[in-house]
């Protein structure tokens, strides 16, 4: 079946950049995705990438897209102490459900 | 719209009790997952309907869970009879998926359970 990696954690420091990666195994994924978990509650879409694109940019966000090695990164610029969450990636074809990885916990230290 | 709506938030029974966790999904929405989460396994997908219907519940992890949804507004999650390995916080989440296959998934507040 379809398997989604992510690093268990990262930790910066305020004002640097951070990058979380991921890998995934579906070839035939359709859309992928990150998702934003604060303490306290539950996930929410931050950002997607359609997968015939290799890079999505948005404010401080910027989604690079391997799909030859199947490799996802999520980078956000200029990290606040805000930004310290869950990160999830996920997969998923047309109409199937999504396939999360087990998060990146970010902790922005001062 | 609300969003996604659970209760009760937090929950905290003792082994053995029957436990029932809700969810009102997005109105318009016609799909419904139910996850678990746990330091241990992270995000498990335990069931997922259609338009009211359920399609995988391979992730149910024993006959102890059961899931219904009556109505497209309505939907519970059950546990009978509860056991402290069940301790998690339990999401629903609903989605629309567009012509494109983009699926959003709106995810509900959570229920935290804890069996003693």
């Known amino acids: 079946g379809e398997d989604v990696e992510q690093s268990l954690f990262l930790s910066v420091r305020e004002g640097d950049s951070s990058v979380i990666n991921c890998t995934y195994t579906d070839s035939s994924s359709t859309y992928l995705y990150w998702y934003k978990q604060e303490p306290g509650a539950g996930l929410q879409l931050l950002t997607y990438?359609?997968?015939?694109?290799d890079m999505k940019q948005d404010q401080r966000l910027t989604v690079l897209l391997n799909k030859k090695d199947k490799h996802l990164s999520l980078r956000i610029a200029d990290t606040q102490t805000g930004d310290s969450a869950i990160y999830f990636c996920?997969?998923?074809?047309?109409?199937?459900?999504?396939?999360f990885g087990g998060g990146t916990r970010l902790m922005v230290k001062p | 719209d609300a969003g996604v709506i659970q209760s009760p938030r937090h929950e905290v029974t003792e082994m053995g009790q029957e436990v029932t966790l809700r969810c009102k999904p997005i109105s318009g929405h016609d799909y419904l997952f139910w996850y678990r989460q746990t330091m241990m396994r992270g995000l498990e997908l335990l069931i997922y309907?259609?338009?009211?219907?359920?399609?995988?519940d391979s992730g149910m992890p024993e006959d102890r869970f059961s899931a219904k949804m009556p109505n497209a507004s309505f939907s519970t999650l059950k546990i009978q009879p509860s056991e402290p390995r069940d301790s998690a916080v339990y999401f629903c989440?609903?989605?629309?998926?567009?012509?494109?296959?983009?699926?959003?998934?709106?995810f509900g507040p959570g229920t935290r359970l804890t069996v003693l």
């Open positions: 990438i359609f997968s015939n694109m």
């Open positions: 996920a997969e998923g074809n047309a109409g199937n459900m999504l396939t």
């Open positions: 989440a609903s989605s629309l998926i567009g012509t494109g296959g983009l699926d959003e998934q709106f």
């Open positions: 309907f259609n338009n009211n219907v359920p399609i995988d």
